[in-house]
């Protein structure tokens, strides 16, 4: 089956930074967008950031200039550098692997953003 596992979470002061990771696996065919979301005050998931296979990134206007999303494709890897973290950056951050339409969910990571 398919995996997607998350890592790099963690508690962080305000103005630090983390670095998540995603590695997905074991998918019968390549995997297309993946991306981060994070789950919202309304226990809604919104896109934080996605990349393309071939690169092109897109991210939510509240973390431009601060998160950088990065692949590695070889690895069917994905990163989230997060920098200038705020308080309220903090929640829960879900890594998505989409194969064609299909999304694919990883368990989550918590990110805490407090002093």
């Known amino acids: 089956q398919v995996r997607v596992v998350e890592s790099g979470g963690g508690l962080v002061q305000p103005g630090g930074s983390l670095r998540l990771s995603c590695r997905a696996s074991g998918s019968r065919f390549s995997f297309g967008t993946m991306g981060w979301y994070r789950r919202t005050p309304g226990n809604q998931r919104e896109l934080v950031s996605s990349i393309t296979s071939g690169g092109s ?28 973290l705020k308080p309220e950056d903090t929640t829960i951050y879900y890594c998505t692997a989409y194969v064609y339409s299909q999304p694919y969910w990883g368990q989550g990571t918590q990110v805490t953003v407090s002093s």
């Open 57 to 84: 990134t897109t991210y939510i206007d509240s973390v431009k200039g601060r998160f950088t999303i990065s692949r590695d494709n070889a690895k069917n890897t994905v990163y989230l550098q997060m920098n200038s």
